[in-house]
């Protein structure tokens, strides 16, 4: 069981937006801005899309963004592309345990 | 650029133990802390563990203790993870990966190795 808590899986078309979300405690996500998302294509490592929260690093399309509230952050995608078919995780650090968690992974379909 | 090349596939018996290598390049090795992180076939990433390549300090998750150790190289700008004691389990890919800035262990894992199979059979 994963400390952080993600939908299985999610779904939308070409053009539409979805969001993922990513469930924690005020012990992890919701006591620290050390949020952060991944995405992962099959047989490849994965690659950071969003720090900080909300933060993207160069190269990463304007189309993913992240927010959060309270004890859950939130990852969108914006203007679906196929190419965004793939495993999205969310990470934070977790004050419990002075250590790091994931999120047990979304898998995105793009119809 | 910045590269982060681990060594490659083991095989291994219950009960043995396993070290993965990753050499990083085209960065100053010392400023940036490494993390493992391992994933199980068809299965989510499991954080392993952070070292501070510069002083060489190490933090690891409470399911791992005492099995795992990560080590540096400063040498050869080189971090080792060994697990030991492996069981089935244990058969994963494992990754090690940067943080994204320096300095500071944000857990941003910004650069990956390319991933070592490590199978755990008997």
């Known amino acids: 069981q994963s400390a952080l808590t993600q939908p299985a899986s999610v779904s939308g078309s070409p053009g539409q937006s979805i969001t993922i979300s990513c469930t924690g405690t005020s012990s992890d996500v919701g006591g620290y801005n050390y949020v952060s998302w991944y995405q992962q294509h099959p047989g490849k490592a994965p690659k950071l899309m969003i720090y900080d929260v909300s933060s993207r690093p160069s190269g990463v399309s304007n189309r993913f963004s992240g927010s959060k509230s309270d004890n859950t952050a939130s990852l969108t995608i914006s203007g679906l592309q196929a190419e965004d078919e793939a495993d999205y995780y969310c990470s934070s650090y977790t004050s419990s345990s002075s250590t790091w968690v994931f999120g047990g992974g979304t898998k995105l379909t793009v119809l | 650029q910045v590269q982060l090349v681990q060594s490659g596939a083991e095989v291994k018996k219950p009960g043995a133990s396993v070290k993965v290598s990753c050499k990083a390049s085209?960065?100053?090795?010392?400023?940036?802390?490494i993390y493992w992180v391992r994933q199980a076939p068809g299965q989510g990433l499991e954080w392993m563990g952070v070292?501070?390549?510069?002083?060489?300090?190490?933090s690891y998750p409470q399911k791992l203790q005492g099995r795992v150790t990560l080590t540096r190289d400063t040498s050869t700008s080189t971090v080792y993870m060994e697990l030991r004691s492996l069981r089935s389990e244990d058969t994963a890919v494992y990754y090690c990966a940067r943080d994204w800035w320096a300095k500071y262990n944000y857990g941003y894992y910004g650069y990956w190795g390319q991933g070592t199979l490590v199978t755990v059979s008997s």
């Open positions: 085209g960065y100053t090795f010392t400023n940036y802390y």
């Open positions: 070292i501070n390549p510069s002083g060489g300090s190490t």
